[in-house]
């Protein structure tokens, strides 16, 4: 079992950065490719990036390519979420998420790749 806590979560100002943790215990997490999603108040939770479990490919939704950087550091059991530029319609609720596959180099936007999920950081941006 892994267990998934996000962090790094808040109030913004439209244009502002924050990074956004997810820290895994009970299970090393350096064999699964690990993805972020978000969800925002009635709407479906949508993908935001993704990463492999070797660092080496990354995946973006088009919304935050150029803006949002995903990262892991493996040795602390963590990924992180840097974004950058963010808008108001970006408001929502950030979960991470461990892929039920190990060593996936090319890492899934589907929600069903995932198996392990933690409960979610606010992200809220005003205007």
């Known amino acids: 079992q892994v267990q998934l806590v996000e962090s790094g979560g808040g109030l913004v100002q439209a244009g502002a950065s924050l990074r956004l943790s997810c820290t895994a215990s009970?299970?090393?997490?350096?064999?699964?490719?690990m993805g972020w999603f978000r969800q925002a108040l009635g709407k479906e939770r949508e993908f935001v990036g993704a990463i492999s479990w070797n660092s080496g490919n990354t995946y973006y939704a088009d919304s935050v390519k150029g803006r949002f950087t995903i990262s892991r550091d493996n040795a602390k059991n963590t990924v992180y979420l840097q974004m950058n530029s963010l808008k108001p319609e970006e408001t929502a609720i950030y979960y991470c998420?461990?892929?039920?596959?190990?060593?996936?180099?090319?890492?899934?936007?589907?929600?069903?790749?995932?198996?392990?999920w933690g409960q979610g950081t606010q992200v809220t941006v005003s205007s």
């Open positions: 009970g299970r090393p997490i350096s064999r699964f490719a």
């Open positions: 998420a461990a892929d039920r596959v190990e060593f996936r180099l090319v890492p899934l936007r589907m929600i069903y790749a995932y198996d392990y």
